[in-house]
Nanobody, 123 residues
Framework: QVQLAESGGGLVQAGGSLRLSCAAS????????MGWYRRAPGKQRELVAT???????????SVKGRFTISRDNARDNAKNTVYLQMNSLKPEDTGVYYC?????????????WGQGTQVTVSS
């Protein structure tokens, strides 16, 4: 069973920074993608950023140049961990941020989600 443990959310003023972390445990293939999604109040969940185990990244246009996603791949009993460094935060970045890990086993796709961490940016 795959479990994701998120941390790092909180309240920050506009222009400030936060760093989110998410550690994934369980039977996860070495080839996988991890990412962050967010749900703003009254809106659907949207992609923020993703990163593959090979290091390829993808960002939403709204966060490019402000957010940086990075990861530590699991080795020596360490967990796959993904980070999201968020700089120059804006009130519109407020929402619940969810960690995700996606992979396939014998061509069957799997996806697991964390419980979410609240990020609130005050103006």
């Amino acid at each position: 069973q795959v479990q994701l443990a998120e941390s790092g959310g909180g309240l920050v003023q506009a222009g400030g920074s936060l760093r989110l972390s998410c550690a994934a445990s369980g039977d996860i293939p070495s080839s996988n993608a991890m990412g962050w999604y967010r749900r703003a109040p009254g809106k659907q969940r949207e992609l923020v950023a993703t990163i593959t185990s090979g290091g390829s990244t993808n960002y939403a246009d709204s966060v490019k140049g402000r957010f940086t996603i990075s990861r530590d791949n699991a080795r020596d009993n360490a967990k796959n961990t993904v980070y999201l460094q968020m700089n120059s935060l804006k009130p519109e970045d407020t929402g619940v941020y969810y960690c995700n890990v996606a992979y396939s086993v014998r061509f069957v796709p799997f996806s697991s989600w964390g419980q979410g961490t609240q990020v609130t940016v005050s103006s």
